[in-house]
């Protein structure tokens, strides 16, 4: 397609450059023009010695050989002096000849025919050599001794790999199968999210069975222009006849194999129906003897065809999700392999502290960690390093250069200790792990919470409690501040959404009642709700629980941070001197916190300061610069 391009362009400037010499070429030959009254001067100083005549335009030649035009307003007049001048007199008929009209009109047409055609020819030329080519350059021959990716590269998926064993054993032993009359599945579709290891783990099929493996992706066969993508369809499956066994592999295949819109589309829609009836076709064109193995991935397997799934084509669909806790350590064990580890890190303790996390971003975790202790010059990576890893994927980078005001910080401080403190007080909440009031990314500060397991169910109260914490930052800036800011902005929407699930989606609400009016329209990607059809009515009610449920939690936030006022003064007054808190350090300052309020003589000293706090709950981390020896150790 650029080579179309580029050689249009190219046609279109020698072209412009040719009518460009021609006009140049035709200005050099024109004759210098001169007065007629000159003329007639020259004619009567016996000067013009002859003269061509082709309707007014008079061009002479002089004694002095010099050529020139002039017009005459009246030929006929001229002619005596001429002849009584003795002039040399040539003539040339005014009007052009048939045959000349007839060349200046049709000339530059064939002209710009025969340009087309050429393009046009040579663009076919190149679309035949690229679409012959196309199969044979995305082959990947296996070579004896090179380095494979293999079963042992792919971790924490063990379902996933073992339904594709069989597939390997087929392509290694074919006979074993065919002498029962058993047939291999001819497709195998993997569907998951973004990153759980669906390409890896077609190329560890491809490298433990040892066959040729031609890799594409959905858009290669999509073009600009009709038939395109279905002759590269017939070329791929042409080229792999030619090489069985072997594996075809087409990621994002959702690219070509949407769902077929109705009757009377065109462009683009019409050009992917038509590649998507070509690989139907070619898949159902295998014979018995030709043992090629179509795997596909996406992460949109609810848009793709009906009839791309049917058994025939993608016989088996196998899904890969997020790995559990013990598969995040398996994927950290094999990505540790590569990088230098101190002895002190956990890495079971990192994988159950990143739940959610897909192979792609425990990769990335690793490779973040092994950035930040080389910018430490540091020998080995430590866990310090993996922590620090972690909060710049989830949070993103911590913003340094921004300058924040005092009132700003201390609204954050409170913001933030407001979190913590439901979380520490709701039912079925996640451990509290860290608070930080420091910017990264587009957050100003952050709670972070993490599960002792692996959640794949979550209960109301849970649900609930989660509604609760995130309205507790609100609740702590009119409790500590008595004031609102837009600092809660992102906190209302998640609550929201979350009130709104629990009414509408799933169920948790007695007025509403068990039933859905709301679903999950994205698959593997985010979270969109798709509304169901319902009347207005129903409309209304489901405004109204998730208005009564989002206050319900509000209010229940404000009377636990209204019980523990001094816990979250004293809470958000050490956090405006560490930046950085963690579980350890929050349940300290809640019990320092409850011995100050018993201690009546400390009230009445009424030092509130974060510097006395710290020392008098016996904190001290680095970030306080304090003179003490650090410690994290309870003073009771």
Request: with cysteine.
């Amino acid at each position: 397609m650029g080579r179309i391009i580029q050689n249009s362009i190219i046609l279109a400037i020698l072209a412009l450059f040719g009518v460009a010499g021609y006009l140049f070429y035709t200005l050099e030959q024109k004759l210098p023009p001169i007065k007629y009254n000159e003329f007639l001067t020259s004619l009567d100083n016996n000067e013009v010695v002859e003269v061509h005549l082709k309707g007014g335009t008079v061009t002479v030649s002089d004694i002095y050989g010099r050529t020139f035009t002039t017009f005459s307003p009246d030929v006929a007049s001229l002619m005596p002096q001429l002849m009584a001048k003795k002039v040399a007199i040539t003539t040339d008929s005014d009007q052009p000849s048939p045959f000349r009209n007839f060349a200046t009109i049709t000339l530059p047409i064939a002209l710009l025919l025969v340009i087309c055609l050429v393009s046009n020819r040579r663009q076919r030329q190149q679309q035949r050599e690229e679409n012959s080519d196309f199969a044979k350059d995305r082959a990947i021959l296996p070579i004896p001794g090179a380095k494979q990716v293999t079963f042992e590269d792919v971790a924490g998926i063990p379902e996933a790999k073992d339904e594709l064993v069989e597939i390997i054993e087929f392509l290694k032993d074919p006979q074993r199968f065919s002498r029962l009359g058993a047939s291999i599945p001819k497709g195998v579709l993997l569907q998951g999210p973004p990153g759980t290891g669906k390409t890896l783990l077609a190329k560890a099929i491809a490298g433990e069975s040892g066959v040729p493996f031609y890799s594409f992706s959905g858009s290669d066969f999509v073009e600009m222009f009709v038939g395109v993508g279905a002759s590269r369809v017939r070329d791929l499956f042409r080229e792999a006849k030619k090489h069985t066994p072997c594996i075809v592999f087409i990621d994002e295949i959702d690219a070509v194999g949407a769902h077929r819109a109705g009757a009377g589309t065109v462009g683009g829609q019409d050009e992917r129906g038509q590649t998507l009836n070509a690989l139907l076709v070619e898949m159902d064109g295998f014979g018995r003897d030709e043992t090629i193995i179509v795997l596909a991935a996406t992460n949109r397997p609810d848009i793709l065809d009906p009839a791309l799934l049917r058994p025939g084509r993608f016989d088996r669909q196998v899904t890969i999700l997020p790995p559990d806790v013990k598969g995040r350590l398996k994927i950290l064990g094999v990505h540790a392999k590569r990088v230098t580890i101190a002895p002190s890190v956990d890495l079971y303790e990192i994988a159950r502290n990143s739940p959610g996390f897909t192979g792609a971003e425990l990769a990335n975790l690793v490779n973040e960690a092994a950035l930040i202790a080389a910018r430490a010059n540091k020998n080995a990576i430590e866990m310090e390093d993996f922590e620090r890893a972690k909060d710049r994927i989830l949070m993103g980078v911590e913003r340094k250069g921004l300058v924040i005001s005092e009132n700003d910080r201390r609204t954050m401080a409170y913001h933030e200790a407001g979190h913590a403190i439901v979380a520490r007080f709701m039912p079925e909440s996640d451990p509290l792990h860290k608070i930080t009031i420091i910017p990264r990314g587009k957050a100003m500060g952050h709670t972070q919470q993490l599960p002792l397991n692996d959640r794949h169910a979550y209960s109301k109260t849970y649900l609930r409690s989660r509604v609760t914490i995130l309205m507790g930052g609100r609740a702590a800036e009119e409790v500590g501040l008595s004031q609102q800011t837009t600092g809660a902005e992102d906190d209302l929407i998640r609550a929201t959404e979350i009130a709104t699930r629990m009414v509408s989606q799933w169920g948790m609400n007695e007025v509403i009642g068990p039933l859905a009016y709301a679903k999950n329209d994205s698959m593997f990607l985010g979270n969109g709700l798709a509304p169901a059809s319902h009347s207005e009515n129903i409309a209304r009610h489901i405004d109204q629980e998730v208005k009564k449920l989002v206050e319900g939690c509000y209010q229940q936030a404000h009377a636990i941070l209204s019980r523990e006022r001094d816990f979250l003064r004293h809470l958000a007054e050490i956090l405006l001197q560490t930046e950085t808190l963690d579980r350890e350090e929050m349940e300290i300052i809640f019990e320092c916190s409850l011995k100050k309020s018993r201690d009546k003589k400390a009230d009445a000293t009424g030092d509130e300061s974060g510097e006395s706090l710290l020392h008098a709950c016996n904190i001290c981390p680095a970030s306080a610069h304090c003179t003490e020896k650090p410690t994290r150790m309870a003073a009771n």
